[in-house]
């Protein structure tokens, strides 16, 4: 059997996709992977001997500035996209028994389009219920067009939703597909998610609440074990104290990186602990010589959120679902798009605090800090951990070669 899987996304997006080819490869599926061309996802499915197919823009370039701006701006970057994933997924999908694509929506609609072309299975999967359509909870903002405040009805708002996606990305989505004869689409967001969309979510950190209309099939979530020694050093800075605590803003680049480390380094130092900071896309670095800030890159994050006293993160799912697993307590500081619910996901199941708003102060992140660090969050946090089901991509694998999809 061949599988492709596809996305456009951040480092959070990719991983799971890691996961999930490990869990194929392992029943015999021959699989590749179509991902931004960054370096460091091409590294990750190196590790694991999965194939990369470079696919589109750089994520990192585009999210911090680094590419510049378009003459065509948004509605020429969709239609790129659409292509990009289109060709590069119909040159590996000679002979594929299923697409699988995650990730941002001109992105996958070329992936759908690949489908329909080729008369290929497809399936769609999100990392996150609040992404997909549902009354119990409203649609996340998309960029440039926020949720009408005098609406309070999510079916309302959701329906707004789906008209917004059409107006953003519909002549993108169906100038392709004409130009490669098929018909157009009213309602991109609809074609794309499918009437069976997957959510590879544990169910306990992001529960999927089962509307009228709308099923969905929740694997839980796509993880893979990392055996990767932590760096030599790193052991040494955890083995010299008590544990510290991580700060790490994954792919959001921070708007004054130099400022935010002071301020986790102030907060965390006024709770008596020392500090690990990830570099990150936010550039963060040491603020002083002080010996109790230990700077880190790309690293086992499973095994050092095992022995961090607190993981302070932006909320994104792969961030917040590894710290989940690793049974760490957690400050959410979310700054946008599913980081508000996981924030308040965390503060909900006890195992953390959620900061509210997107810009700490010593003071606000100090008073975060001290929820997280209270040994009863410490014992939920463990107590969730120990409910997490890491099996998702074990599951997810085995419905796609069984070809059921429930």
Known sequence: MRVVLSA??????????????????????????????????????????????????????????KTPPSPGGLPRRAAEMVAAFYDNVSAVAEGCDVLVATGLVPAVAGVKAVAEKLGIRYVYASYQPVSLPSPHHPPIPRPGRPLREDVT????????????????????????????????????????????????????LAPWERPAG???????????????????????FLDAGAPPVYVGFGSIPMRDPEGLAQVVVEAIRAQGRRAV???????????????????????????????????????????????????????????????????????????????DGPTPTAESLSAALKVALLPETRERATAVAG???????????????DGTGR
Not at 214 to 236: I, S
Request: with cysteine; proline share 6%.
């Open 277 to 355: 900071l990830s570099r990150g896309w936010a550039e963060l670095a040491r603020v002083d010589d002080r010996d109790d800030c230990f700077v880190v890159g790309e690293v086992n994050h499973q095994a050092l959120f095992r022995r961090a006293a607190a993981v302070v993160h932006h909320g994104g799912a792969g961030t917040t679902t590894t710290a989940t697993w690793a049974g760490a307590p957690q400050v959410v500081v979310p700054q946008g798009a599913d980081q508000p619910y996981f924030a308040g996901r965390v503060a909900g199941l006890g195992i953390g605090a959620a900061h």
């Open 8 to 65: 456009y996304d951040s480092r959070g997006g990719v991983e799971p996709l890691v996961g999930l080819a490990v869990r194929l490869r392992e029943l015999g599926a021959e699989v590749r992977v179509c991902a931004p061309p960054d370096e460091e996802f091409a590294k990750r499915l190196a590790v694991v001997d999965v194939e990369m197919v470079p696919t589109g823009q750089s994520v990192r370039d585009l999210v911090t500035g």
């Open 153 to 204: 009805d999510n079916q309302v708002l959701w329906d707004q939703d789906a008209l917004d996606a059409q107006e953003v990305f519909g002549e993108a989505v169906n100038g392709h597909r004409a130009s490669i004869g098929l018909p157009p689409v009213d309602n991109v967001r609809d074609h794309v998610f499918t009437d069976l969309p997957w959510l590879a979510a544990d169910p306990t």
């Open 387 to 401: 409910a997490f089901r890491a099996d998702g991509a074990a599951v997810a694998a085995k419905l796609l070669l």
């Open 214 to 236: 709308l099923d969905v099939v929740q694997t839980g979530a796509w993880v893979l074990p990392d055996e990767r020694p932590l760096p030599a050093d790193l052991v040494e």
